[in-house]
């Protein structure tokens, strides 16, 4: 396959992907749903402001946004989502006053024609779109109005010091006055109605909600609409299309490899090692105390599951509630893994070259104690900010944004952001002697630094939001960051620094590696990126979003089947010489990235990605078990890997003691797996069965999660989680071992 070709096909990909990406980003701004000047009754009681609706907004995010509950599916497990439970209590309140009103009795107590009568007036009342375009108000009934009260006293009671809402917030892991004061619950509550609100009315001159119809709920009849169920059929004709071309074009290049003799000793011994190449060492520290703060901050957030505001006792959530411990999971689980990957590029990137930059240690430890800062500075503000300790700019600035995966203060995410264009420049100027030399290696080095650029400039699609954006724009560009940043041009720069090591080490040519490069990152990208509208299905956007995240989201999961070429290839390279034996746990790490694409991105990522499929389990433990296999199985163990082949390589002398690092290998896969298996995805499977059954609020709530053999199935992941949390320790045991001799000898 000519290398020019292929160049042309990656430019087309990415040219019309974002071209798409970009007109249909167009159409949610256009039609999301609106946010009024002011929601009024029809007797002309002015309820709230459009001003108190984003202030609420501001007050949600402030608290932990989608680290506490969710809103339209986006965030954590452990409280409800706030939409469908609010929603789920209005329509039971309308639909018991009127019960009383005409029948003396509550809407569970009538006959099912009883029933059928006032489920239509329900569907009416709350479906209506009562949304005045040029008053910019929003009408609703008195009656309405009554419920708002009635459900924002009950929230209040949740997120304040209600009495009666005590075994809730246990249930639900809020600590007592989570919301210091009633003005700001009162535009929290504001929020909330108007988030609900977009979740069950009508689009103009439309029969489908703003969220497409999404929560499951029947009373106010919510239900799949024919286009979800229309391209959920068409996803599935789709992968299997692609699978099968994906099989004849593999079966139609067998044995056209490129076999490279296998040198009988390490073409890398003996390579000179630059004071900057030695300085990233530091970094490998500090990846590995922040994997043990996140397994840490990990066993707590479960461990609040089962116990709610206490771990084993001790009121915990008085000072770290699950909020704050979640977010730190979360976010720590970001830093560690980007920090490797950047890391592993500021090592390599001289011994590509075969020189080093003037000042490229000074360059590579200034970036070093930046990044701390940056970490140790927005862990700081999420504490505060969670714990109301920040106004409502402040927080946005320096404490908790409130969405997942982006919950970092917009001043940590400008410093990190110039940080990633630090790390650009050191890894250009290092590479810059390589490209000129035109060497064989060229267009991989270029590919190379394509996705180095990518890195550092998409996560900026994380600066396109403001304090009080709209809620559909901010998650617009949150998954650019999300999807695009840490699940697309990671992987290509996984991809691509991959291919080098292998190259570097004679084990691949440079031909067949540069074109399985830029094949690979064609066949990704082509899925990947109009891909990142499976995650906005039901954020507020039109039905143009949802064909096309259900259509290219199938395309991404094409490649993951055929995973086990790649492991294939990479477990025979363990024993093709004696020297390469020295690498069997980093290329292991690779065999383990290829298991859980096939597994966790492959299998559970489309297990919940179809429409149909995210229709009843968007924000379940079905949520949970993709993110935790694809992110820590895929990116955590390519970042795992990168560090073990950057510290082989700077002491190819020693040899490793094969003991701590294999149990730590196979603690960490079976822990992960037995935690997945036994736990939390026959949660997400009982959960989906209520969805389905009753309704998503009910698969959410209380009452459903505090079953005897939920809470069974929370306590048996400590199994996996125990396990897991020991291979995490003897690792960092190995990593520590290696600078002070205690898993190392001498060959």
Same mark, same amino acid.
């Given at each position: 396959?000519?290398?020019?070709?292929?160049?042309?096909?990656?430019?087309?990909?990415?040219?019309?992907?974002?071209?798409?990406?970009?007109?249909?980003?167009?159409?949610?701004?256009?039609?999301?749903?609106?946010?009024?000047?002011?929601?009024?009754?029809?007797?002309?009681?002015?309820?709230?402001?459009?001003?108190?609706?984003?202030?609420?907004?501001?007050?949600?995010?402030?608290?932990?946004?989608?680290?506490?509950?969710?809103?339209?599916?986006?965030?954590?497990?452990?409280?409800?989502?706030?939409?469908?439970?609010?929603?789920?209590?209005?329509?039971?309140?309308?639909?018991?006053?009127?019960?009383?009103?005409?029948?003396?009795?509550?809407?569970?107590?009538?006959?099912?024609?009883?029933?059928?009568?006032?489920?239509?007036?329900?569907?009416?009342?709350?479906?209506?779109?009562?949304?005045?375009?040029?008053?910019?108000?929003?009408?609703?009934?008195?009656?309405?109005?009554?419920?708002?009260?009635?459900?924002?006293?009950?929230?209040?009671?949740?997120?304040?010091?209600?009495?009666?809402?005590?075994?809730?917030?246990?249930?639900?892991?809020?600590?007592?006055?989570?919301?210091?004061?009633?003005?700001?619950?009162?535009?929290?509550?504001?929020?909330?109605?108007?988030?609900?609100?977009?979740?069950?009315?009508?689009?103009?001159?439309?029969?489908? #909600?703003?969220?497409?119809?999404?929560?499951?709920?029947?009373?106010?009849?919510?239900?799949?609409?024919?286009?979800?169920?229309?391209?959920?059929?068409?996803?599935?004709?789709?992968?299997?299309?692609?699978?099968?071309?994906?099989?004849?074009?593999?079966?139609?290049?067998?044995?056209?490899?490129?076999?490279?003799?296998?040198?009988?000793?390490?073409?890398?011994?003996?390579?000179?090692?630059?004071?900057?190449?030695?300085?990233?060492?530091?970094?490998?520290?500090?990846?590995?105390?922040?994997?043990?703060?996140?397994?840490?901050?990990?066993?707590?957030?479960?461990?609040?599951?089962?116990?709610?505001?206490?771990?084993?006792?001790?009121?915990?959530?008085?000072?770290?509630?699950?909020?704050?411990?979640? #977010?730190?999971?979360?976010?720590?689980?970001?830093?560690?893994?980007?920090?490797?990957?950047?890391?592993?590029?500021?090592?390599?990137?001289?011994?590509?070259?075969?020189?080093?930059?003037?000042?490229?240690?000074?360059?590579?430890?200034?970036?070093?104690?930046?990044?701390?800062?940056?970490?140790?500075?927005?862990?700081?503000?999420?504490?505060?900010?969670?714990?109301?300790?920040?106004?409502?700019?402040?927080?946005?600035?320096?404490?908790?944004?409130?969405?997942?995966?982006?919950?970092?203060?917009?001043?940590?995410?400008?410093?990190?952001?110039?940080?990633?264009?630090?790390?650009?420049?050191?890894?250009?100027?290092?590479?810059?002697?390589?490209?000129?030399?035109?060497?064989?290696?060229?267009?991989?080095?270029?590919?190379?630094?394509?996705?180095?650029?990518?890195?550092?400039?998409?996560?900026?699609? $994380?600066?396109?939001?403001?304090?009080?954006?709209?809620?559909?724009?901010?998650?617009?560009?949150?998954?650019?960051?999300?999807?695009?940043?840490?699940?697309?041009?990671?992987?290509?720069?996984?991809?691509?620094?991959?291919?080098?090591?292998?190259?570097?080490?004679?084990?691949?040519?440079?031909?067949?590696?540069?074109?399985?490069?830029?094949?690979?990152?064609?066949?990704?990208?082509?899925?990947?990126?109009?891909?990142?509208?499976?995650?906005?299905?039901?954020?507020? #956007?039109?039905?143009?979003?949802?064909?096309?995240?259900?259509?290219?989201?199938?395309?991404?999961?094409?490649?993951?089947?055929?995973?086990?070429?790649?492991?294939?290839?990479?477990?025979?390279?363990?024993?093709?010489?004696?020297?390469?034996?020295?690498?069997?746990?980093?290329?292991?790490?690779?065999?383990?990235?290829?298991?859980?694409?096939?597994?966790?991105?492959?299998?559970?990522?489309?297990?919940?990605?179809?429409?149909?499929?995210?229709?009843?389990?968007?924000?379940?433990?079905? #949520?949970?078990?993709?993110?935790?296999?694809?992110?820590?199985?895929?990116? $955590?163990?390519? $970042?795992?890997?990168?560090?073990?082949?950057?510290?082989?390589?700077?002491?190819?002398?020693?040899?490793?003691?094969?003991?701590?690092?294999?149990?730590?290998?196979?603690?960490?896969?079976?822990?992960?797996?037995?935690?997945?298996?036994?736990?939390?995805?026959?949660?997400?499977?009982?959960?989906?069965?209520?969805?389905?059954?009753?309704?998503?609020?009910?698969?959410?709530?209380?009452?459903?999660?505090?079953?005897?053999?939920?809470?069974?199935?929370?306590?048996?992941?400590?199994?996996?989680?125990?396990?897991?949390?020991?291979?995490?320790?003897?690792?960092?045991?190995?990593?520590?071992?290696?600078?002070?001799?205690?898993?190392?000898?001498?060959?």
């Amino acid at each position: 396959m000519k290398t020019k070709r292929l160049w042309y096909g990656f430019i087309a990909v990415i040219v019309l992907s974002f071209a798409v990406l970009l007109y249909f980003g167009r159409e949610i701004y256009r039609e999301k749903p609106p946010i009024p000047d002011q929601i009024i009754t029809t007797s002309g009681e002015v309820i709230v402001s459009g001003q108190d609706i984003k202030d609420g907004q501001n007050v949600w995010q402030s608290i932990g946004g989608q680290e506490i509950g969710s809103i339209w599916g986006h965030g954590a497990y452990q409280a409800p989502d706030w939409t469908a439970d609010w929603l789920h209590r209005e329509a039971v309140f309308l639909l018991d006053y009127w019960g009383n009103a005409e029948f003396d009795h509550d809407y569970k107590d009538l006959n099912n024609e009883q029933k059928g009568m006032l489920e239509a007036r329900l569907q009416k009342e709350m479906r209506t779109n009562t949304y005045d375009v040029g008053s910019r108000n929003l009408v609703i009934s008195d009656l309405r109005a009554k419920a708002f009260k009635a459900i924002g006293d009950h929230f209040t009671g949740v997120f304040m010091d209600g009495e009666a809402q005590a075994h809730l917030r246990e249930a639900y892991a809020i600590p007592v006055n989570t919301v210091k004061d009633q003005e700001r619950m009162d535009k929290m509550n504001a929020f909330f109605f108007w988030a609900t609100w977009a979740t069950v009315t009508n689009r103009p001159e439309q029969e489908i #909600t703003y969220t497409n119809n999404w929560p499951a709920e029947e009373l106010v009849g919510n239900r799949p609409t024919s286009s979800l169920l229309l391209w959920t059929g068409f996803s599935v004709i789709i992968l299997l299309a692609g699978i099968g071309w994906m099989g004849w074009f593999y079966a139609s290049n067998r044995g056209k490899e490129e076999h490279n003799d296998m040198p009988l000793e390490n073409p890398v011994m003996g390579s000179k090692m630059f004071p900057s190449m030695k300085a990233t060492l530091k970094y490998f520290w500090v990846v590995t105390l922040l994997m043990l703060v996140q397994i840490t901050a990990g066993v707590i957030t479960a461990h609040y599951g089962v116990e709610g505001s206490a771990f084993y006792g001790i009121p915990l959530d008085q000072w770290l509630p699950y909020s704050v411990t979640r #977010t730190w999971h979360v976010q720590i689980g970001i830093f560690w893994i980007a920090t490797s990957w950047l890391a592993t590029g500021l090592f390599f990137a001289p011994a590509i070259a075969g020189k080093e930059p003037k000042y490229q240690k000074l360059g590579v430890n200034v970036l070093f104690l930046s990044l701390l800062v940056i970490v140790v500075g927005s862990l700081v503000g999420q504490w505060m900010g969670i714990m109301q300790k920040l106004g409502y700019a402040e927080n946005f600035w320096f404490g908790h944004q409130g969405y997942e995966y982006v919950d970092l203060g917009r001043f940590w995410q400008i410093f990190l952001f110039a940080g990633l264009f630090i790390w650009l420049g050191l890894m250009a100027r290092a590479l810059l002697p390589a490209l000129r030399a035109r060497t064989e290696n060229r267009n991989l080095l270029i590919m190379f630094l394509i996705a180095s650029l990518a890195i550092a400039s998409f996560y900026g699609a $994380g600066l396109m939001w403001g304090q009080q954006t709209h809620l559909a724009i901010a998650e617009y560009w949150r998954w650019w960051v999300v999807h695009l940043w840490v699940e697309g041009f990671f992987e290509v720069f996984a991809t691509v620094i991959i291919a080098f090591l292998f190259v570097r080490m004679k084990l691949l040519g440079a031909q067949i590696a540069t074109t399985t490069v830029i094949f690979s990152t064609i066949i990704f990208l082509s899925g990947g990126i109009l891909g990142t509208f499976h995650h906005l299905y039901f954020s507020g #956007t039109p039905v143009a979003v949802l064909a096309l995240g259900a259509s290219f989201s199938a395309l991404e999961v094409v490649p993951l089947v055929f995973m086990g070429f790649e492991a294939y290839h990479n477990i025979n390279l363990t024993k093709s010489g004696k020297w390469i034996e020295d690498y069997k746990w980093p290329i292991y790490c690779f065999v383990a990235v290829a298991f859980w694409n096939f597994l966790g991105a492959g299998i559970f990522g489309f297990l919940i990605n179809p429409p149909v499929a995210l229709y009843y389990m968007q924000g379940l433990n079905t #949520t949970a078990v993709h993110g935790h296999t694809a992110l820590f199985g895929v990116y $955590g163990f390519l $970042g795992i890997g990168l560090m073990l082949f950057v510290l082989r390589d700077m002491d190819l002398t020693v040899k490793w003691k094969d003991g701590p690092i294999k149990f730590a290998f196979w603690s960490i896969n079976i822990g992960l797996l037995l935690m997945v298996l036994i736990s939390v995805l026959p949660i997400g499977l009982a959960q989906t069965w209520a969805s389905v059954k009753v309704g998503f609020w009910y698969a959410r709530s209380a009452e459903f999660m505090q079953q005897d053999y939920i809470s069974t199935l929370k306590w048996m992941r400590v199994f996996g989680d125990t396990i897991f949390a020991a291979g995490m320790f003897v690792l960092a045991y190995h990593i520590f071992g290696l600078k002070f001799g205690w898993t190392t000898e001498k060959k």
